[in-house]
């Protein structure tokens, strides 16, 4: 079946503008997840969605980033004016809540990402 | 302070050669830990996921063992391949009230024809 899609795949924009970033889980999975990998740095987690609960927005940067999960499907990640340090490539991944087991316990699939340049 | 170290930072092996990949991390109470290889320009691509209660997963040419006590993971890759090169990543997971998930900053691994 389809894997995690991910929407534009580049993105360039100047500083001060906002972005909308979108992200197509695989259909059944209802955990969601968005990581950003800046230039020579490591992954960091952003959010996570596991079906109605309220995300863990643990790892956003600052208040300038926001993400809604709409229908516990796509996922859109908004980061509203937009700095030169927001540049990086952005990864949405999803997992299956296997009945039984807890949750975070499946593995996460990951999308191809969205690479953002702010000018 | 939560921390994934990967050693080497990179790597490079001839052909054939069995390697092994180094993943530390500073807490031990971890939910479960991920390998994942990037290719350049590229997501990720999930290689073995082990949960905190299991020692070690293998996919072919591929193991990976965890030792939650010493806060280590190792991905040991055998009869290494040119296709095999690529970025070479350690997530673990926490849960702690919620999810946390940290990354490594990875082994970039070049095998030579």
């Known amino acids: 079946g389809a894997g995690v899609s991910q929407s534009p795949s580049n993105k360039v924009t100047e500083k001060g503008k906002d972005v909308e970033l979108r992200c197509d889980p695989i259909?059944?999975?209802?955990?969601l997840y968005w990581y950003r990998q800046s230039l020579g740095q490591g992954l960091e987690f952003l959010i996570y969605?596991?079906?109605?609960?309220?995300?863990?927005k643990s790892g956003l940067p600052s208040d300038r980033f926001s993400a809604e999960r709409t229908g516990g499907s796509v996922s859109t990640l908004t980061i509203q004016r937009t700095q030169q340090e927001d540049s990086a490539v952005y990864l949405c991944?999803?997992?299956?809540?296997?009945?039984?087991?807890?949750?975070?316990?499946?593995?996460?699939?990951f999308g191809p990402g969205t690479r953002l340049t702010v000018l | 302070k939560q921390e994934v170290t990967q050693i080497p930072a990179a790597l490079s092996v001839p052909e054939g050669e069995n390697l092994v990949l180094n993943c530390s991390f500073t807490?031990?109470?971890?939910?479960?830990l991920q390998w994942f290889r990037q290719d350049p320009g590229k997501g990720l691509t999930s290689l073995l996921l082990?949960?905190?209660?299991?020692r070690e997963q293998t996919s072919g040419r591929l193991n990976a063992s965890l030792d939650k006590s010493s806060g280590r993971s190792t991905l040991y890759i055998a009869a290494s391949q040119p296709g095999d090169s690529a970025t070479y990543l350690c997530a673990v997971r926490y849960y702690t009230g919620g999810f946390k998930t940290i990354f490594g900053a990875g082994t970039r691994l070049f095998v030579k024809a």
């Open positions: 969605f596991q079906g109605n609960s309220a995300p863990d």
């Open positions: 082990i949960q905190s209660s299991q």
């Open positions: 991944a999803s997992s299956l809540r296997t009945s039984g087991r807890p949750l975070g316990y499946n593995e996460q699939f």
């Open positions: 259909s059944g999975h209802t955990a």
């Open positions: 807490d031990s109470a971890i939910y479960n």
